[in-house]
């Protein structure tokens, strides 16, 4: 799945940033297969049920249900068509969600080996700020970090200083 990298500083940005605008025992429903990061949720008190693999983009009845408080989509949209359709049909009133930063030095990620890892886009910030606003969400809180790689050369260097990804905690305007 990670391609023999595993994304410990993104997993300790992402639930500290849950952390601080989530409580547990918060029902959850986190977008995506189960994962890793879903284990990482329950270990701190969140009760968590992930989508089953169905393509978003055509079936969005999972985000429909009234069943929970919160919706997390943790590098999710970047691998659909249209993720608005989705964000617009969120019935909870609390959404988590990150995205992948568009880097201007590096093309878009594809994974050789599986269809559904590859990025139908990479987000300015900017852009997905509107993508939630147009879908009916109003942003409380945002966060950006870097993810440097031990690495020599240009692209690295760049990554040590560039943000690449992006979170933002958002309520449902009423």
């Known amino acids: ?9 993104r997993y300790k940005e992402t639930i500290q940033f849950l952390k601080t605008h989530i409580n547990p025992p918060s029902a959850i429903l986190d977008l995506g297969v189960r994962n890793p990061f879903s284990g990482i949720m329950e270990q701190q008190g969140y009760t ?28 999710i949209f970047e691998h ?30 594809r994974s050789k080996t599986d269809m559904w890892d590859r990025h139908y886009h990479e987000f300015e910030d900017w852009q997905f700020d509107w993508l939630l606003e147009k879908a ?6 945002r966060k950006k970090w870097t993810n440097p790689v031990k690495k020599l050369g ?21």
């Open 1 to 9: 799945m990670y391609e023999n990298s595993f994304p410990s500083k």
């Open 48 to 75: 968590v049920s992930n989508t089953t693999g169905e393509d978003l983009d055509e079936d969005v009845s999972a985000v429909t249900k009234e069943d929970y408080e919160v919706v997390t989509a943790f590098e």
């Open 80 to 109: 659909l068509i249209a993720p608005y359709n989705v964000l617009k049909e969120i019935k909870a009133n609390k959404l988590v969600a990150s995205v992948p930063l568009r880097l201007w030095f590096a093309p878009a990620y």
């Open 136 to 141: 009916g969400w109003e942003i409380k809180a």
């Open 154 to 174: 240009l692209r690295p260097l760049l990554r040590a200083f560039t943000p690449r990804y992006y979170i933002v905690y958002a309520e449902r305007k009423s």
